[in-house]
């Protein structure tokens, strides 16, 4: 095992689960990845004292639990999760077909239950390095592009891997300066070619993904968290739009789409023939998956923003300031009024619009105006 796929699980456990002495992990893995799953219980083992139980999954089912990194029987239940997903190859999604649920989570758009509850352990989500995840990066690309790009993005080839290099303390400063605003409104304006007004969803917070337990731990499920979000009315958005980045849809990288918003939802867009029939597509999947229902907040200057494309939604959101068509994420919705007038769709697209030039501005209950992000960067008053 390389020296990258060793600090790949120092950074698992330690930042984004921080495991702890006498915790126990579970890992849900397959067999393609049953090395780095037992280096992970090994590493796993140094900070808790304890073995980790690896789940063998095969056609989504368990088909066989090992106690792994321990010479007696593990007589304590899981207090951390993590999963270790294969990352497949696509297959082209056909036209005027409704996917079922499976075939949406294949291809990385499935939505969020809006209700989802309050997670009771720690738990993550490593894509672990792989051949196909190489070649839907670049058609060219190899084991070693994906292995580069996770390594980019962490900066697995520092020294200093394992210090706080996007301080999460900084984040949830800066959404709790946002929240303590009461934003109830806000507009976006980019020169390359976004200009949208917006409501924030009422009983909405923003929010990251940085998680806290009720009993205060914290952890990151995606590994890496520099974006802070917050669901908006689903009816309020208006204008127009323009990607700044690419974006993945239904497994194909759509470089070019501008399209214009009313009452929030999706008309009349602009695209090439190959994305535009994936965009409709995905509109006729269900009646709300077109509807724009989330802001999310990201630095041009993070080392997520250096990248130009993951083909992972839950880091793509992180390159830039994006919009999220169909199902928002739950973490933001606080009241149960929140979660009944949130945009409830099977499906969920994040497309990145924000640049340097990117200009948000908001407004609380009484009128008065904030810029909230300028210049790649979240302002602070």
Not at 183 to 198: A, N, P, Q, W
Not at 235 to 263: C, D, Q, W
Not at 341 to 358: E, F, H, W, Y
Request: glycine content about 6%.
């Amino acid at each position: 095992m390389n020296m990258l796929m060793e600090r790949y699980a120092d950074i698992i456990l330690r930042k984004a689960l921080r495991l702890q002495q006498g915790d126990v992990l579970s890992i849900n893995t397959e067999e393609e990845n049953s090395d780095f799953a037992h280096l992970v219980a090994n590493k796993a083992k140094i900070i808790t004292g304890n073995g980790s139980y690896i789940q063998n999954i095969e056609n989504g089912k368990v088909i066989e639990t090992e106690e792994a990194a321990t010479d007696f029987p593990i007589e304590k239940k899981p207090t951390a999760l993590l999963y270790l997903p294969v990352y497949r190859s696509y297959k082209e999604a056909e036209d005027a077909t409704v996917l079922s649920a499976p075939e949406i989570q294949r291809f990385r758009h499935l939505s969020e239950p809006l209700d989802n509850s309050e997670p009771m352990i720690p738990f993550a989500s490593a894509p672990v390095p792989s051949a196909d995840w190489g070649q839907v990066l670049d058609e060219d690309g190899n084991l070693a592009l994906a292995a580069s790009v996770l390594s980019d993005l962490l900066g697995l080839g520092e020294d200093d891997y394992l210090d706080e290099k996007e301080d999460s303390s900084l984040l949830i400063y800066e959404r709790d300066r946002l929240n303590e605003l009461e934003l109830v409104k806000g507009s976006l304006r980019d020169e390359e070619g976004t200009d949208l007004e917006f409501s924030f969803l009422p009983g909405s917070d923003f929010a990251t993904t940085i998680t806290t337990l009720k009993n205060g731990r914290s952890f990151i499920p995606t590994i890496y968290s520099s974006d802070i979000f917050r669901a908006l009315d689903k009816t309020s958005v208006n204008g127009y739009f323009s990607a700044t980045r690419p974006f993945m849809l239904f497994g194909h990288i759509v470089r070019y789409f501008s399209a214009e918003v009313k009452n929030g939802k999706i008309e009349n867009y602009s695209t090439d023939n190959v994305s535009s029939r994936l965009i409709r597509l995905y509109l006729e999947q269900d009646e709300n998956a077109g509807y724009v229902s989330e802001l999310s907040l990201a630095e041009e200057s993070t080392s997520a923003g250096c990248i130009e494309y993951f083909a992972l939604p839950e880091w793509d959101r992180m390159r830039s300031t994006s919009i999220t068509l169909g199902g928002p994420r739950p973490d933001s919705l606080k009241t149960a009024e929140a979660r009944e007038k949130a945009n409830d769709s099977l499906l969920t697209l994040t497309i990145p619009v924000g640049s340097d030039t990117a200009i948000i501005t908001a407004e609380d209950r009484d009128g008065n105006e904030f810029v909230i992000m300028e210049d790649g960067f979240i302002k602070e008053e």
